[in-house]
């Protein structure tokens, strides 16, 4: 369990730290990426994705609550090779991911403080730490990250029957993709720890003149890819009985 959790953390905290990161770079003033685009912020969050899978690769590298629960509901007998699916493993999971889904976040403030403490819009700061949707529709929200998550862990598992296995390159290149195309209606969460994470250390950090942190939302890039999880697992076992 010890391993499990030390490799989720570390590898969901390289996740936010970069890829909160590339969001910081492009948003807040006078920063060398400011403006910088939709397509960079895609690829940052993939190769995001492509570091924290490399150094999460003992666990499996799920650096997502998500994919837990897609390989949970796929019916397979291990998270990794040597971890069996078992309730406190489940548990352990989940945890780590969040911890450093938080951790990641903080060390992504530090290294920005000096452009966190320019003149920036609130919303804009804290969409740095979490998504939020551009046209607010709860309905149409959840389904978008619905959508996101599935395309997600079903092709994740999906990869793993195929006899051309590329791991983190095809992974990160997958992430972008999503945020090519799923991304525009909520910033494309697909991932409960990378949302919630970030967004409880943007409450809790000094921030000169941040805003609210939207919890009315809060709960859809949760439950979204959580439900996009479970069916993206579900629909990757079906597929194997083909």
């Known amino acids: 369990m010890g391993d499990i959790f030390l490799s989720e ?4 905290g390289m996740l936010t730290l970069l890829g909160c990161g590339v969001v910081a770079n492009v948003l807040l ?10 397509l960079l912020i895609n690829f940052g969050w993939g190769l995001a994705v492509f570091a924290g899978v490399f150094v999460a ?3 499996g590298a799920h650096i997502n609550p998500a994919v837990t629960v897609g390989l949970l509901a796929s019916g397979a007998e291990e998270y990794a090779a040597g971890i069996p699916v078992t309730f406190g493993n489940t548990m352990i999971y989940f945890i780590a991911q969040m ?9 992504m403030w530090a290294a920005y403080k000096d452009h966190f403490n320019e003149e920036a819009d609130p919303a804009a700061k804290l969409g740095i730490f979490s998504t939020g949707p551009e046209i607010r529709n709860t309905t149409s ?22 006899p051309d296995q590329l791991g983190p390159l095809a992974v990160a290149l997958l992430v972008v993709g999503i945020g090519a195309s799923l991304g525009g209606p909520t910033g494309y969460a697909i991932n409960p720890a990378r949302d919630l994470g970030p967004r409880l250390a943007h409450a809790i950090l ?9 919890w009315s939302y809060s709960w859809i890039p949760v439950a979204g890819p959580l439900v996009g999880g479970l069916l993206g697992g579900l629909a990757a076992a079906a597929v194997s009985f083909v």
């Open 29 to 38: 003033p006078k920063s060398k990426g400011f403006n910088g685009g939709w």
């Open 141 to 162: 929200n959840l389904i978008t990250e619905i959508i996101g998550t599935f395309v997600l862990v079903f092709v994740i598992i999906s990869f793993g029957n195929t």
């Open 99 to 107: 911890i450093g889904a938080f951790l990641g976040a903080i060390l």
């Open 9 to 12: 953390v570390m590898g969901t």
């Open 57 to 59: 690769f003992s666990s």
């Open 206 to 214: 000094p921030i000169k003149g941040k805003g609210g942190n939207d």
